[in-house]
């Protein structure tokens, strides 16, 4: 079993910058696709980026692309989300996510593992 846990949300004004880290334990995840998504109130569950088991390969989605960036360090078994240049529509419930392949896709059921959640408001 793998446990994930974020940490790094709060309250930013528009504009601003957070990073977010989401910290792995019970289980290395070097062979694990690592991701992020986010939900709104009374949203559905939204890919945010994600990244291969190695990080050759990242992913970003359209709302996101230029602003947010992905990376995970194996060697620590944590995978971090910096996000600069935030919108009040950036405002969500962020989660990390993991799955035992080396690509895990960009929807919710292409992942076993998931962090309780990571509040991130943006204030306009």
């Known amino acids: 079993q793998v446990q994930l846990e974020e940490s790094g949300g709060g309250l930013v004004q528009a504009g601003g910058s957070l990073r977010l880290s989401c910290a792995a334990s019970g289980r290395t995840v070097t062979r694990y696709a690592l991701a992020w998504f986010r939900q709104a109130p009374g949203k559905e569950r939204d890919f945010v980026a994600g990244?291969?088991?190695?990080?050759?390969?990242?992913y970003y989605a359209d709302a996101v692309q230029g602003r947010f960036t992905i990376s995970r360090d194996n060697a620590k078994n944590t995978v971090t989300l910096h996000m600069n240049s935030l919108e009040p529509e950036d405002t969500a419930v962020y989660y990390c996510?993991?799955?035992?392949?080396?690509?895990?896709?960009?929807?919710?059921?292409?992942?076993?593992?998931w962090g309780q959640g990571t509040q991130v408001t943006v204030s306009s």
């Open positions: 990244t291969t088991w190695t990080g050759d390969k990242i």
């Open positions: 996510a993991a799955d035992p392949l080396e690509y895990g896709g960009r929807w919710p059921e292409g992942y076993d593992y």
